[in-house]
Every structure is written in C-alpha cells, then in structure tokens.
C-alpha cells in the first residue's frame, strides 16, 4: 500500500446481530459475566469497484441451521440475538442498495457469525485466502462442529463465485506496516490490502483500507475479539485455544497486531466482535 496514497472509498461499520458470552473467555481477567459480541461487517463503496462488503455477520440462516444436535450446541454456546432490521440486506437498504449490488465480500475466515448473508447476495464474488476454505471443504460433520462451521451457509454456486486471493503474489508492505511485512492487494489498485492473521481460524484474512477521509482502518477480524487484548497483549481465556486452529500462532498474530498499534496510534483497528470498538464507530444513515 502506497503510504498516504489518496482515497475516494467510503467505508461504513455496521454489525448484524450480536451473540452473548462470558468475557473472561474473551479476555483474561475478564470479568464473569456476560458481554455482547456484535457480528460486524463493513460496508466499502469503492468509485470504481462499488459496494463490497468485509464479512455479512449473522442471518436468520444461522438459526435454520442449528436447529438439530449437534449443531445445535453453536447456538447454546454463543446465544444470538438478531433482529429483522438488522439483516444485511436491510442495512442494504439504508444506503439505497439492494443485495445485488454487492460485487464483492471479503471474507475473514468461515465461522458463522463471518459468512450468514453469503446466500443473500446473488452476485457477488467472493475474495478469500485458499487454505481458509480448502480443509473445510471435505471435512466431516464432527470436523464442521470442531471448526464452527455450518456448511448450509455456503451458497451452493459458492466455487464458481470465488476468486482466491493468489497466494503466490504478495505484495511487500512498507516500513509503515510493520511488523506486517506482505500482504495481498486485493483490487489490484491497492485500495483494500489484505493480510493474513494466522491462530484463530485457518486462513484467517484481515484487511486495511483507507477512507476518503484520510482514515486508515484495519479490519483484524476475530484475531482479537476485544480491543483491549490488543492494547494490552492480553489473550483470551486458555479454554478459548480449543477454538483456535493454532493457539501458538494465535499468540503470536496477538503480539503483531500490539506492536502495529504502539508503533501506529491513528491506525483505526477494528475487532470484529469489540462491542465498544463498534459502537464508537458504527456509522448509519438515518432511517
Ligand atoms: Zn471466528
């Protein structure tokens, strides 16, 4: 990315539904008590690319979908709460879009909360890094529940619609990156960079994207669910490394993003389920 490269992109924050767990499972010394983790989503309305979104959060389709055990234990062990005006589609509407305009999704990694509305929008492509799908894809119904996958969400004409992102071409980031060293320019004009954040899930993509109003953001998806871990290098629970593909690298991708926001303090860093993070930058037009 082409440091302080102009950008006519508006980027808005948005969330589609909420699950409840216990902070002390999202971060340690969390308190004992249950917190809301908004599923967020942005939407990025590009001059040249149009509405793409990074992530769709929940649907009605993840309740259809865990109605039977033993999937059916995703909904006990992260209750959701979504309302209809939530809906991805909906939230559409407010900026005068319908789902058919979304030419793209970026997606972070496939857990449920990431990819309910894929179903939702016919035409888009989706952008993803290969090996966040490749072992989902045969894996067992056992495997899904480990993995927190719910294969009802993928669109069945999914394959034809995805456009991998190619591995085999990263780009280098500059100095004002660091400790991100590469990563993978995703429209080709450098607008949205994508990067990979490895721990939580396999292939898990986090994205920067810089707003016409000089905004960096960086959308790091669930390599933190709370700001405060980043802030403080502080990991969640040891009972959350059974969630994770790979504890280590999860630790590891933790103590990235904490020295990225020492070393870069305007740089806007999104988790995607920090529900303080996401109020303070929820932006809607009004209703
Ligand atoms: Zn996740």
Not at 187 to 208: K, N
Request: hydrophobic residues 40%; charged residues 25%.
């Amino acid at each position: 990315m082409v440091e302080g490269k102009e950008s006519e992109m508006k980027i808005n924050i948005l969330h589609a539904g909420y699950c409840t767990a216990p902070e002390h499972l999202a971060i340690q010394g969390g308190r004992w008590r249950a917190i809301h983790f908004p599923a967020m989503f942005a939407l990025f309305r590009h001059p040249k690319f149009g509405a793409m979104l990074f992530d769709t959060g929940y649907s009605y389709r993840f309740f259809d979908e865990t109605k039977k055990f033993p999937r059916r234990i995703y909904r006990w062990m992260t209750p959701v709460h979504l309302r209809e005006e939530d809906l991805v589609v909906n939230q559409l509407a407010d900026f005068d879009l319908k789902p058919a305009d979304v030419t793209r999704v970026f997606i972070s990694h496939f857990h449920a909360d990431h990819i309910a509305s894929l179903p939702d929008l016919a035409w888009s492509r989706f952008v993803y890094l290969p090996h966040a799908f490749s072992r989902l894809r045969h894996s067992t119904p056992s495997q899904d529940l480990k993995r927190a996958f719910l294969r009802g969400l993928i669109p069945s004409d999914f394959d034809s619609r995805s456009r991998k992102v190619d591995v085999t071409k990263p780009i280098l980031l500059s100095e004002e990156y660091a400790p991100f060293k590469t990563g993978y320019d995703l429209l080709g004009d450098e607008s949205i960079i994508g990067v990979e954040l490895p721990g939580h899930a396999d292939g898990q993509m986090g994205v920067f994207a810089r707003d016409d109003d000089d905004k960096l953001f960086f959308f790091v998806a669930d390599a933190a669910w709370l700001k405060r871990s980043v802030v403080d290098n502080r990991p969640p629970h040891k009972m959350a490394n059974l969630l994770f593909s790979d504890p280590e690298a999860y630790r590891q991708t933790l103590g990235d993003l904490h020295s990225y926001y020492l070393t870069h303090p305007d740089t806007i860093i999104v988790p995607s389920h920090c529900e303080e993070t996401i109020r303070s930058l929820e932006n809607k037009p009004a209703r």
